[in-house]
């Protein structure tokens, strides 16, 4: 009997789990509506969000494999092992820079109460800002906490 369908990507992670029901795809076939194989999983899972953190479909041997845990919301599964995904952190760090630019708008407006030596400071680390993440090396940064960000300004902060 099928208990539920699991949906994995060309690297076996697990996208979604779903109830198995009515007719049901093709055991190890691309679904069509979905895009991506759906293997059939004839146990009970007693914990069905351990299951897809921690396991992933080897193709070779067509078993689930045990992984360790994924280390940060920018690791994707490939070729057995957690690798960075480069996009998905270049992104992080591009809306946490865009939020501290916002937060300091005001600091560069015509009317704006600082000083022209303060707003030149002003101005100076918004450009930082706005060079990152042209400016940064990727391969040295694990997360966007972890980015080299300016320094603030302390009338800013």
Request: contains cysteine; hydrophobic residues 35%.
């Amino acid at each position: 009997m099928i208990h539920y369908l699991m949906y994995v990507d060309s690297e076996g992670d697990i996208s979604q789990i779903r109830i198995a029901k009515g007719v049901n795809p093709t055991d190890r076939a691309v679904d069509p509506q979905v895009g991506q194989y759906c293997i059939h999983h004839n146990e009970v899972l007693n914990d069905v969000g351990a299951f897809h953190m921690l396991k992933a479909w080897n193709f070779t041997t067509e078993q689930w494999d045990t992984r360790t845990e994924r280390p940060n919301r920018h690791a994707v599964w490939e070729n057995g092992a957690w690798t960075w995904n480069v996009h998905k952190l270049l992104e992080d760090i591009r809306l946490e820079r865009n939020r501290l630019l916002f937060s300091c708008d005001w600091a560069v407006v015509s009317d704006s109460p600082l000083t022209d030596t303060q707003k030149t400071e002003a101005q100076t680390y918004r450009t930082a800002l706005r060079n990152l993440p042209s400016s940064i090396t990727i391969a040295d940064i694990d997360s966007v906490e972890n980015t080299p960000w300016p320094e603030v300004p302390s009338f800013l902060s």
